[in-house]
C-alpha cells in the first residue's frame, strides 16, 4: 500500500519521544511505504491553529502533555475510555474530516500487564498522584477486585486521587509518602512518579514480591526495578506501557490490524540503547 498518508506526535517537550520509532516501524513491518510520521513541538496555545491547517492527507496525531486535555475541546467526539479520565492521547481523522480522540494509554496497561500474566489483583498500590495516576486508577478498575491505596506527597493530591477512585468505581484510600513502603505488600505496584522519585524506596523492596509496573523508560532500570528484579519480582516496565498503547494507536490511525508489536518492541529498544 503506497497511499501518503501523514501522522506525528505532538508535545512541548517533544525532542525525546519515541513515537517516531515505534510508528515508523510498525509502517516499515506493514508495508505502509507511503506513510510518514513526524514529531512536532506544540504546546497549549499553539495546538488549535495546528490542527486547523492538517489536510486531508493526515491520519491522525498521537498526543503527549501538556495536550491530552488541552486537545477535548478541540474534537468532534471522543470515547467513553478517554473521557472516564479526561485525557486524549490519540486522535483519529474520520474520512468526512471529523476529528476523533481516544485514550491508548488505559488499553495500554492492561495489555502490558496481561503480557506478564497479570489479569486480576484483588488490590493494588499506586505512587504518585498525576495524569498517569489517573490513567493507572482507570485501568485498575478493570482489574482490581479490591482496595487501591495511592501514595501522595499532598492532601491536595490525596482529595484528587478519591475523587477519581469515585469517578471511576474504584475504592481508593490515599497515604503519605512517606508510608510508600508499605505499597510493595500489594500484589501490584504502579509507579507513575519522575525519574529519582522512586530511588530512596528499593531498599525496602521486600522478598518475593509482586509485580511492579514502573511507566518510566528512560533512564532503564530505574533503582527500584532493579532491585524488584534481584528480589525476585516481576517488572513491567515503561516501554512496555509505550509501546502497547502505540500498537494501539497505529490499528487505529491505519486500518491495519494486528500491528507489528514485536517489531515496534525490537526498535523502541534498539533507540534507547542507542541514547
Not at 501518503?4 to 515505534?22: D, E, F, Q
Not at 492538517?54 to 467513553?80: F, Y
Not at 495489555?111 to 498517569?132: F, W
Not at 505496584?189 to 524506596?201: K, R, V
Request: hydrophobic letters at 50%; one cysteine or more.
Amino acid at each position: 500500500m503506497s497511499d501518503n498518508k501523514k501522522a506525528a506526535v505532538l508535545g512541548s517537550p517533544i525532542a525525546h519521544s519515541l513515537s517516531p520509532v515505534l510508528h515508523r516501524a510498525a509502517y516499515d513491518a506493514l508495508g505502509l511505504t507511503g506513510w510518514e510520521y513526524g514529531r512536532h513541538e506544540v504546546d497549549e496555545a499553539a495546538l488549535p491553529a495546528f490542527l486547523e491547517k492538517l489536510g486531508p492527507e493526515w491520519a491522525g496525531l498521537s498526543l503527549t502533555m501538556p495536550l491530552k486535555r488541552a486537545v477535548i475541546p478541540l474534537l468532534d467526539e471522543i470515547t467513553p475510555t478517554a473521557a472516564s479520565v479526561e485525557a486524549v492521547n490519540t486522535v483519529v481523522f474520520a474520512p468526512d474530516g471529523r476529528r476523533l480522540g481516544d485514550n491508548t494509554d488505559i488499553p495500554g496497561m492492561l495489555a502490558a500487564l496481561r503480557e506478564r500474566g497479570v489479569d486480576t489483583v484483588e488490590r493494588a498500590a499506586v505512587l504518585g498522584a498525576g495524569a498517569t495516576a489517573s490513567s493507572a486508577l482507570a485501568a485498575l478498575s478493570r482489574i482490581c477486585t479490591g482496595e487501591v491505596t495511592a501514595y501522595v506527597r499532598s492532601a491536595a493530591r490525596a482529595a484528587e486521587m478519591r475523587g477519581w477512585g469515585e469517578r471511576l468505581g474504584v475504592p481508593v484510600r490515599t497515604a503519605p509518602w512517606e508510608d510508600a513502603a508499605a505499597a510493595f505488600e500489594a500484589p501490584l505496584t504502579i509507579a507513575t512518579t519522575p525519574a529519582g522519585s522512586t530511588d530512596a524506596l528499593a531498599a525496602a523492596v521486600p522478598d518475593r514480591p509482586g509485580t511492579l509496573f514502573d511507566v518510566l523508560y528512560e533512564p532503564w532500570p530505574t533503582t527500584l526495578a532493579t532491585a524488584w528484579v534481584a528480589r525476585g519480582g516481576a517488572v513491567v516496565g515503561g516501554l512496555d506501557l509505550l509501546v502497547h498503547q502505540a500498537v494501539l494507536q497505529v490499528e487505529q490511525m491505519t486500518g491495519r490490524s494486528p500491528a507489528p508489536l514485536a517489531a515496534m518492541r525490537t526498535a523502541g529498544e534498539a533507540a534507547l540503547a542507542a541514547r
